[in-house]
């Protein structure tokens, strides 16, 4: 059985051409699945009955099952446990004050179940990679949400941070797929598409060939090699000041700026000395700095840094030209930290 959910609207048309129906009708498809997100081949009213049994034999919906679902207190943000054959994974729901005309809904979704870069801080790090979600798993993360709001009389969701469990760029070819149709059928714009990544070189180059209008984002959190990559095992193979060179040429290619994002751990990395580092590093770069206040997972020895020592550390940016700003953080009573959920 193929599944209709990792399809873009080309790959329907093949499918269905090859089986002797229309070009359209591949276009009809699409719009059931991945437009108005009607998974029952029956409520397909306009598909004749020959497509629809054909269908029936040869396609499916691999969609997830909703485990549980958290709501924090102030009803905004909303994390759903999905589970894939068997697999668990997160995504959170993040709800905005209404901007302009529209409410702005934030998806943060997952790209892996697990992960393998084995961050110190993160949850997920911790439990390694089990395998990477096929394009329909994460586009289905958007159907579970949209559901979720579409049942309230909400607005579906307007933006996605690539940013819940695992590595986006290492599932490379499904991510860009995902996004692909997130933009076509769902009418997210580019940019409102984030893509957040522990910093992989290779494929930040990969992606800047793409010339998208996305956001990067790149986990820093230390602007030395040493404290990086000792919170972060991953900056071993991906040294800092190659990647910084990567992200010029991201910036030059694709006219984006890039977004570094620093969660701040008490005594760690939040001295003055690493604001200075950081603005070293940054080097009048077409970068935008957000500070994230780091959330304690049980386990590690990290602590959030304090609220005087982020100020300090922002007021020391800001004083040198440097555009920051600090990370609202959602959903701390249903343990916003990406994995802690699925973990428990
Ligand atoms: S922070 Fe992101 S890249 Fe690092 S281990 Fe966690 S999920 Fe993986």
Request: aromatic share 6%; net charge positive.
């Amino acid at each position: 059985m193929i599944d209709l959910l990792s399809m873009d609207q080309q790959n329907m048309v093949d499918f269905l051409t090859e089986a002797g129906f229309p070009s359209f009708r591949g276009k009809q498809v699409y719009q059931w699945c991945h437009v108005k997100e009607v998974f029952d081949f029956e409520q397909m009213t306009n598909l004749p009955r020959d497509l629809r049994e054909y269908l029936r034999a040869n396609a499916s919906f691999c969609r997830g099952e909703l485990l549980a679902q958290q709501k924090s207190d102030d009803g905004k943000t909303v994390k759903f446990l999905l589970s894939f054959h068997g697999d668990l994974i997160e995504t959170v729901l993040m709800c905005y004050d209404r901007m302009k005309a529209r409410d702005r809904h934030t998806l943060c979704v997952s790209t892996q179940v697990g992960c393998g870069m084995g961050c110190k801080f993160c949850a997920t790090g911790q439990s390694g990679l089990k395998r990477n979600l096929t394009c329909g798993e994460i586009v289905d993360q958007v159907n579970f949400a949209n559901q979720y709001l579409r049942e309230r009389g909400e607005e579906p969701v307007s933006n996605i941070v690539y940013m819940g469990m695992g590595e986006p760029l290492q599932n490379y070819d499904a991510l860009l797929k995902s996004v692909r149709i997130l933009n076509h059928a769902k009418k997210i714009g580019m940019r409102r598409v984030t893509i957040s990544t522990c910093g992989l070189i290779h494929e930040i180059d990969r992606l800047a060939s793409e010339k998208l209008q996305l956001t990067l984002a790149v986990s820093l959190h230390g602007a030395n090699q040493n404290l990086r990559a000792s919170l972060m095992p991953i900056a071993r193979q991906n040294p800092l000041n190659d990647l910084m060179r990567s992200l010029e040429h991201y910036i030059a290619l694709t006219g984006r700026r890039v977004t570094l994002e620093y969660a701040m751990f008490q005594k760690i990395n939040d001295s003055l000395k690493d604001a200075d580092d950081l603005i070293r590093l940054i080097d009048g770069g077409c970068f935008h700095v957000n500070l994230v206040p780091g959330n304690l997972v049980e386990g590690t020895n990290l602590f959030r840094s304090d609220e005087k020592r982020i100020r300090a550390f922002m007021n020391k940016l800001e004083s040198n030209g440097i555009s920051v700003t600090i990370r609202e953080s959602k959903g701390k009573d249903i343990e916003g930290a990406c994995g802690q959920l699925r973990a428990r």
